[in-house]
């Protein structure tokens, strides 16, 4: 399929398809591709944007500024309102609903329909993928544009912006990580790649696989020449908009003083295990496993499996979603006991695993792996631009 993304007179068409992948960094490639053609089109659009597409803000200073954070209620949860584009079909709707849903299965943020709070995202169409920084109060625009914007990343960038969130390579220990190529950025482009002394890091990792990291040749002016490079080594990938990382997570949970348990696994094949395993649980306990490959259904297969055993499993038990929220269909639903649960295969590449334990009673607890597809299968399939969610194609 074709994918036209329109801006102003100008018409940039994306190609779509499903090939066999040699390897895993054609895709990592195809990350970049999307997020430079994103960019492009924001250069092109009417609103003044900073660092390729953040809305700069009248009065306050646009780093650690407190009162930007969005309120936490008495329960634990942040509820952010939010109202949606009337111009949406209803595959973006779903596309932008799934990216909220991984925040509320991973943090303690949650988006919520608005009802009449006075500060609040308005979700639109307008030209181009770009938000501002933090709560500004009253309405405020994060631009998801149709036709370019669809991608998983790209909309959780674009959220993470609005929680308070910057850039990854804007922090203050930035060169310590990655090197920016000034002799490819033109000079008007400079002020894209500014570095925030006074950033908020929160004790935090530097992230190369954050969903706020720029690729490596955004903004340059000379083809195949990098912007940006990942030091010391030059290899690591940057740029990827399949969707949040661990440390986007364990960010927002830390800048929002979420108590959450959350492991989002985004290798094709991998494993997990309840906490301490082979010995025992702990008490009181709840987490969630965020399987999310890359392509295919992902399946999985327990090995071990020793819980407490409660009338309907309402103690401790395993519960499995078929997609990324447990407001998603159930493909398992509680489980208990000691024997173990057959095979589980999900109708796409994202699966929620939650594991939740009450006061009474552990037990060594349970192990699975996970795959993306058939295990027995030589060839690798790789649909570029995640096309399945909410592209509207041609
Ligand atoms: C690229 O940027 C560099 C540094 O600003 C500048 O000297 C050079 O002329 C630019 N090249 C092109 C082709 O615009
Ligand atoms: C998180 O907790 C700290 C210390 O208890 C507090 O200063 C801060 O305001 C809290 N942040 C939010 C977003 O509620
Ligand atoms: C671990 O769980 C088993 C099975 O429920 C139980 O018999 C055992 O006492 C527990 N061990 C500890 C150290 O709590
Ligand atoms: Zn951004």
């Known amino acids: 399929g074709m994918i036209h993304i329109s801006s102003g007179n100008e018409k940039v068409i994306l190609l779509c398809f499903c090939t066999e992948s040699p390897s895993p960094t054609e895709t990592d490639e195809e990350d970049e591709d999307i997020f430079n053609k994103i960019l492009k089109v924001n250069k092109d659009s009417s609103q003044f944007l900073q660092e390729g597409d953040i809305v700069p803000r009248r009065s306050r200073s646009a780093i650690n500024c407190r009162q930007c954070n969005w309120p936490q209620s008495s329960d634990g949860i942040v509820r952010i309102p939010y109202e949606l584009d009337p111009a949406y079909e209803e595959s973006h709707v779903k596309g932008i609903h799934d990216a909220m849903a991984e925040f509320e299965a991973l ?7 608005r009802k009449a709070e006075r500060d609040y995202l308005s979700i639109r169409s307008a030209d181009g993928c770009w938000s501002n920084y933090g709560r500004v109060g009253g309405g405020q625009t994060v631009s998801v544009m149709k036709g370019g914007c669809m991608w998983k990343g790209v909309i959780q960038h674009e959220l993470e912006h609005a929680l308070g969130f910057l850039h990854e390579h804007s922090r203050s220990d930035r060169d310590k990580h990655v090197k920016i190529m000034w002799e490819y950025i033109s000079p ?3 002020p894209d790649f500014k570095k925030f002394e006074n950033s908020n890091n929160l004790d935090l ?5 954050s969903v706020m990291h720029y690729g490596p040749y955004t903004f340059s002016n000379t083809t195949g020449k990098a912007t940006i490079v990942p030091i010391p080594d030059r290899s690591v990938h940057i740029g990827q908009r399949q969707g949040m990382s661990n440390l986007d997570v364990a960010k927002i949970n830390k800048l929002y003083n979420c108590s959450r348990c959350s492991t989002i696994l985004d290798g ?5 295990r309840s906490a301490n395993y082979p010995r025992n649980y702990s008490d009181n306990t709840n987490c969630v496993w965020l399987i999310r490959t890359r392509s295919r259904k992902v399946s999985l297969h ?3 499996f020793q819980l407490q055993i409660t009338k309907g499993c309402q ?12 407001s998603s269909p159930v493909l398992m639903d509680k ?7 057959n095979g589980i295969v999900a109708s796409s590449n994202l699966m929620l695993v939650e594991f939740t334990t009450d006061g009474a009673q552990t037990a060594s607890g349970f ?3 996970f795959t993306a597809g058939k295990k027995e299968k030589l060839r690798n399939y790789v649909c570029y631009f995640a096309v399945s969610t909410n592209i509207k194609q041609s």
């Open 107 to 113: 943090t303690c943020i949650n988006f919520v329909k």
């Open 188 to 190: 008007p482009d400079r």
């Open 205 to 209: 990792p530097y992230d190369y696989s």
């Open 268 to 272: 094709p094949s991998g494993s997990l």
């Open 302 to 304: 327990f090995q071990a």
């Open 315 to 326: 103690g401790d038990y395993v519960k499995v979603y078929d997609g990324s929220s447990k």
């Open 335 to 341: 489980t208990c006991g000691s024997k173990i649960p």
């Open 367 to 369: 192990q699975a792996t």
